[in-house]
């Protein structure tokens, strides 16, 4: 593990690069470094508006982020989640919104066709 060897005496909002690509910023209120996310970094919670920001390698949790689901948003704009369906279920659009229902019935047409050789 690399060590990190932050400066002495850092100011208020100083930021630092380690070796292994990781940056810090040095809180003076809290007195210690925080692992940034690009040149500066922000901490969410609740509801809160990024307006012109650029996010960097970031990592979004969003309800369960369960293996197979789906976001889209709904009708009022929200952002939604639809659970994975289940085998054999095939998605579908329903007033505008996706879902997940039985499949339909094929509507293809099978050709049989026999090659006789005299």
Known sequence: MARLNFPASPTDGQSYASDSGGTYVWDSDKT?????????????????????????????????????????RDSDGNFTRLAIGSTDQVLKVSSGLPSWGAGGASTGKAIAMAIVFG
Do not use: E, F, H, M
């Not at 919670?45 to 369960?66: C, E, F, R, V």
């Open 32 to 72: 210690k470094w925080s692992r940034a996310v690009g040149p500066a970094y922000a901490t969410l919670t609740g509801t809160q508006t990024l307006t012109n920001k650029t996010l960097t390698s970031p990592t979004i949790n969003i309800t369960s982020d369960a293996k197979g689901d789906i976001y889209y």
